[in-house]
């Protein structure tokens, strides 16, 4: 299984979705850039997340707040105390340092060497602001989006004139300085958030938090993770954090094993009073029906793009042996196939001229292109055999593949070729953006 990790991440460097950060210098610690089809699907993923948590529901709302924000904020939320710390030991003969709580046994698993006793090690990063680099002008890399809305909660519920029930999302960088970072894109120090934070009165917290939790399973779901990949975990009672008064995570099994991808968390209404207590603004809600003035409290549903990401590239990793495009006597002992789900796909056509020294033919195939450019993500392609070629587009997940050929010239249609089933159908050049928008949106 540890070979998978490998095969996905030499895919990921070799077509361009993940490189490491900073790599002509030798890498910088679990840090990853996302290249040019990496973006695209990151882009994808979180717009697919924006959608299904803005535009489809109609009483939650969007923010974007700044990453830098006053350093009360920190010291209210728990951040730069104890709250945010990891227990951290090392190992007294290498001096690798690992996290407390991820350790099964009392040895190093590196080299077996004795551990020191743990000691609180705070995520925070520390950053200066202005010019003078002093204790006054020290501030915080946000190690969570969510502080973000708290401290707008008034803001947005006067300004949008929501009503309780409603939510907040928002997706954006945090940062933590991670004890162990590692698995690829899983555990990184710099990472992405997408997070809704759901206001509701006390007594409906519970109902919300079934609701939540369920909803958010089916989002994965619905982009195809397979079923027996997915599954919840409660977290127990003493491991929740210190302002949760539960918390379910939704796991997905790795190829290292089975883990944590979002988390539920009912919060109570220790963000809202605890800021109010901090900051001297009563961050409360006044019924206008009931007369009824509470700290609302908040259902948080937190999910990692970065993790997403990679639960989605794994997901759709497969090996086809034997091969599958029969268009060439190329003799492979297996293909690469992402089948990744169209929502999420970096590209949606290639348009590929059958042969590359024809003009007509090219000319045609760079007409299609440009019309077909407008509409979705597309990539034009004239180089090799085109078995080769549709080998290259099955192993980036690209849906369809177009070939421009000589019947073209004479009926102006083209071959559309389905990732998935392979089938290959004749369509006619003006129809070629409708049916590509009907098989998107299908
Ligand atoms: P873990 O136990 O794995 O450290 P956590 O419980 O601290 O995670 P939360 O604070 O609940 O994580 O963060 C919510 C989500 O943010 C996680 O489910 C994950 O998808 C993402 N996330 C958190 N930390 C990281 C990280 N270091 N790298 C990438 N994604 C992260």
Redesign the pocket.
Known sequence: MEDLMSKIISLAKRRGFVFPSSEIYGGFGSCYDYGPLGVEMKNNIKRSWWKEMTQLQENIVGLDAAILMNPKVWQASGHLTAGFADELVECKKCHHRFRKDFLEKDKCPDCGGQLTESRKFNLMMKTFIGALEDEAAVTYLRA?TCQGIYVNFLNVLNSSRSKIPFGIAQVGK?F?N?IT?GNF?????E???M?MQWFCHPKEADKFFEYWKETRMKWYLNLGIKKENLRFREVAKEEL?HYAKR?V??EYKFPFGW?????I?NRGDWDLSNHSKNSGQKLEYLDEETKEKYYPYIIET???????FLTFLINAYQEVKGGRTKTTKAVKESEILLEIHKDLAPVKAAVLPLVKNKPELVKRAKEVYELLKTNFVCQYDEVDSIGRRYRRQDEIGTLFAITIDFETLEKKDVTLRDRDTMKQERIKIDDLVGIINQKLNA
Request: glycine share 6%.
């Open positions: 969570e945090a933590r991670e970072p894109i899983y555990r990184t120090r990472f992405e958030q997070e954090a918390a995570d939704i883990k944590e991808i979002e988390g968390h937190s999910a990692g793009a970065d993790r997403s």
